[in-house]
């Protein structure tokens, strides 16, 4: 029989030596492989990082335009600033009705471009709303927005600073700037207020009121406002379904804000509100029978169910940034994208 030729100690020693190289080769390959992974997962956790950031910049900058866009801003405006991870700066230019805010946001690896658009709600705010309208002479003018359903007859000078509203089935006389639209109403809720019985001695309402009270005045049939009325807080008139109110030469809430002062008649009610020679700063919201002027100023919101307007009347009024906080036509934003180029 033959026997195997012997291996020689350097034979084995050779294969050994290849066997472990290969095993370092293979070791090297794992560790380069995971070496790139580990650092493309820290490349994408700082990407991520990054980009958060700059996500949080644009929102610092939606938030610090929103705050200029709610506080009355009237003309374009540009702001910027820094944060942890970056910078934004931003440029905000109104139109009709709304706002476009665009804004550049940069961190050190990430560069962000965003718009938004903000809206104010459709066709408001109103300075008087009203389903009919016919007026004499007018001597004054309102500033603002004047929404109209049915009958719009202005005679003399033209209604309206801005512009008015007209439904498509109004006639409009006397307006210079009509916008044939269909206006929409306005929701207008008064503030929920401890009850209180109506302040009105004989039939009249003068003086302080006591602030913070719903005052509910259901009698007697007729009840005047009259001379200098003011309040030291928020308070609501509550007038009853047949309960006539007469502004009769009186100065209401005048240097006091309008939506502190309200005054709310039964909307059930044909009783109108009657105002002659009086100044009027708050929200009023009218029965059926709805509004008759001989001399009324006016600052706030005037919702009724018509308006008379006495020959050679004196009707001027306007509407108050500070019902636009409270959500008579507030903002908001509409659309809102952002790219990284």
Not at 102 to 111: L, P, S
Not at 114 to 127: A, D, H, K, M
Not at 146 to 152: F, L, P, T, Y
Not at 232 to 255: C, K, M
């Amino acid at each position: 029989m033959r026997r195997a030729p012997d291996r020689s100690p350097a034979t084995d020693r050779g294969a050994a030596l290849l066997i472990a190289v290969a095993a370092l080769a293979l070791v090297a390959l794992l560790g380069a492989a995971l070496l790139a992974n580990a650092q493309a997962e820290v490349r994408r956790a700082e990407r991520l990082v990054d980009r958060t950031e700059g996500d949080q910049l644009i929102e610092i900058a939606v938030a610090e335009a929103w705050a200029e866009i709610v506080a009355g801003a009237t003309r374009e405006f540009t702001d910027s600033g820094t944060a942890t991870g970056g910078r934004w700066s931003l440029v905000a230019t109104p139109g009709d009705e709304r706002w476009t805010v665009r804004i550049d946001a940069r961190t050190d690896d990430d560069r962000i471009a965003g718009q938004i658009i903000v809206s104010r709600e459709p066709l408001s705010p109103y300075t008087l709303v009203v389903n009919d309208a016919k007026t004499g002479p007018l001597s004054g003018l309102v500033e603002g927005r004047v929404g109209i359903r049915g009958e719009a007859t202005f005679a003399g000078r033209s209604l309206g600073d801005v512009q008015e509203l007209i439904g498509p089935s109004a006639q409009c006389n006397g307006c210079s700037n009509p916008i044939e639209v269909e206006p929409t109403d306005i929701a207008i809720a008064p503030p929920e207020l401890p009850k209180a019985p109506c302040p009105a001695v004989d039939g009249a309402i003068t003086g302080k009121l006591a602030g913070g009270y719903d005052y509910i005045c259901a009698s007697p049939r007729s009840i005047v406002i009259t001379g200098e009325v003011a309040a030291d807080g928020q308070v609501t008139l509550s007038f009853g379904a047949d309960v006539e109110l007469v502004l009769e030469g009186a100065v209401v809430n005048v240097g006091g804000s309008p939506a502190d002062f309200f005054i709310r008649t039964d909307s059930r009610s044909d009783a109108a509100v009657t105002a002659r020679k009086s100044e009027f700063h708050g929200i009023l919201t009218g029965s059926d029978g709805g509004l008759r002027t001989d001399g009324l100023r006016w600052e706030g919101t005037i919702a009724v169910g018509t308006l008379r307007s006495a020959d050679g009347s004196e009707l001027t009024g306007r509407w108050s940034d500070d019902l636009v906080a409270l959500g008579f036509g507030g903002w908001r934003i509409t659309e809102w994208r952002t790219t990284r180029p």
